[in-house]
Structure formats: structure tokens, C-alpha cells
């Protein structure tokens, strides 16, 4: 079964830093576009940033940009997103994507989700 598992979720306060990790498992994914999303209660899942498959290409929604930045690891297989200057309306589950696309917006063009990790940020 192919599956992507997030890590890295806590709780933290407002100004404060995390790293989310997403590895897969199943299969490789060192050819596809890798994304993240979030979902805060009651509201629908959107999107944070986005990579290609080789790196040369990243997007950020413009609500993350400065502070968050997206990465894939040297085997290319792990995505990461380090999110810096944390702030309350961050809190929400974080889910890692797979397209076989380039990165994109759109949460429909990803075939691929992990189950999230929580992130938390308190005032």
C-alpha cells in the first residue's frame, strides 16, 4: 500500500519554528511534484507550498511566503517544510501530497495524501 507519513507536528508558540518531514512508503517518489496542505477546523483544505520533482521549481501560497520554505531531501524521496515565525491562524492538520504533475495549487491534481500531522500554535 502506498502511503505518505507526515511527522513533526506539535505544539508551539506563536513566533516559534517546526519542521515537518514527509516520507513515503510503498513506493518512491522521486519523480513526482510534492506538496502540502492544510485543514484548520471548519474550514476546507488549502493550500502551503509546493516542489518539483528535481527542485528547480517551488510555489508558496502567499500566506506562508518568508516564513515557511519547502525542501526534498538529497535522495530527493523526503519532502520537508520548515515553518518559521509561527503564528496562531497556522494551527491547522498538515497533509504532504503527491502529483505526478509539476507542483500546482490545486489539491485535485494530487493522487497521493498522507493521514497529517498536527501543528498547533498558541499565543
Known amino acids: 500500500q502506498v502511503q505518505l507519513v507526515e511527522s513533526g507536528g506539535g505544539l508551539v508558540q506563536a513566533g516559534g519554528s517546526l519542521r515537518l518531514s514527509c516520507a513515503p512508503s510503498?513506493?518512491?517518489?522521486?519523480?513526482?511534484?510534492m506538496g502540502w496542505f492544510r485543514q484548520a477546523p471548519g474550514k476546507e483544505r488549502e493550500f502551503v507550498a509546493a516542489i518539483s520533482w528535481d527542485r528547480g521549481r517551488t510555489l508558496y501560497a502567499d500566506s506562508v511566503k518568508g516564513r515557511f520554505t519547502i525542501s526534498r531531501g538529497n535522495a530527493k524521496n523526503t519532502v520537508y517544510l520548515q515553518m518559521n515565525e509561527l503564528k496562531p491562524e497556522d494551527t491547522a492538520v498538515y497533509y504532504c501530497?503527491?502529483?505526478?504533475?509539476?507542483?500546482?495549487?490545486?489539491?485535485?491534481?494530487?493522487?497521493?495524501w498522507g493521514q497529517g500531522t498536527q501543528v498547533t500554535v498558541s499565543s
Open positions: 510503498g513506493r518512491t517518489f522521486t519523480d513526482y511534484a
Open positions: 501530497a503527491a502529483t505526478v504533475g509539476g507542483p500546482t495549487f490545486s489539491r485535485y491534481e494530487y493522487r497521493y
